[in-house]
């Protein structure tokens, strides 16, 4: 079992570009989450999928849009892309979404926007 | 979900045990307790959560005061590889999505 697995490991964009972070996993968990993580800071939600078909947002939603594509996928697109979204990005999954839960996570995606 | 506060970071000698603690004084009665770690740019990994009883596997074991405002994370015998920030998370079972983060504790393990 691979887990969870993010592509790509590292990206550099130009301000107001758009790009497709990708996550699946494969322990056939119900629910999905993106998280984002600043320097220095914990892990801030930024939207999340309980179930196929569902979506919502997290904490910090905004500049970005989330698809579930099926039950193993679930990516984060950023459709113009600003230096405030440099970060370091995190998909993790869940069997369920309840909070006694445990999440597993990925490896990590890390974007700079120039 | 309940606040926890956490010391910024511990040192502890390799082979010894590392104990964790994490206050969170204002836990409801349905609140778990979980235990996280991130290790250096690497994704957060589970490692244990409790409600009320203590609890053991095979990453370390856990303990919850009886009045369940404190809790305690033991790592048996810590390697240089447990390095890593560790994160005391509070949560209802019921609560939809994120665990919330807090800035945890940096354990650094010297030789």
């Known amino acids: 079992n691979a887990g969870v697995t993010q592509t790509p490991k590292f990206q550099v964009l130009k301000t107001g570009q758009s790009m497709t972070l990708q996550c699946a996993q494969d322990?056939?968990?119900?629910?999905m989450y993106w998280y984002r993580q600043d320097p220095g800071m914990g892990l801030r939600l930024i939207y999340y999928s309980a179930s196929e078909g569902t979506t919502d947002k997290g904490e910090v939603p905004n500049g970005y849009n989330v698809s579930r594509l099926n039950k193993r996928e679930f990516s984060l697109r950023l459709e113009s892309a600003a230096p405030s979204q440099t970060s370091v990005y995190f998909c993790?999954?869940?069997?369920?979404?309840?909070?006694?839960?445990?999440?597993?996570f990925g490896p990590g995606t890390r974007l700079t926007v120039l | 979900d309940a606040k926890t506060t956490q010391p910024p970071s511990m040192d502890c000698a390799e082979g010894r045990a590392a104990n964790l603690p994490c206050n969170h004084s204002?836990?409801?009665?349905?609140?778990?307790v979980y235990w996280y770690r991130q290790i250096h740019s690497q994704g957060p990994q589970y490692i244990i959560h409790?409600?009320?009883n203590n609890e053991t596997n095979e990453m370390a074991s856990l303990i919850i005061t009886e009045d369940r405002k404190s809790s305690t994370l033991i790592l048996p015998h810590a390697t240089l590889r447990d390095t890593a920030v560790y994160y005391c998370?509070?949560?209802?079972?019921?609560?939809?999505?994120?665990?919330?983060f807090g800035k945890g504790t940096k354990l650094s393990v010297k030789p």
């Open positions: 998370i509070v949560r209802v079972p019921r609560s939809q999505g994120n665990l919330i």
């Open positions: 409790g409600l009320k």
């Open positions: 322990m056939n968990h119900n629910s």
């Open positions: 204002t836990i409801s009665g349905n609140e778990y």
């Open positions: 993790a999954s869940s069997l369920f979404s309840g909070g006694d839960n445990e999440q597993f």
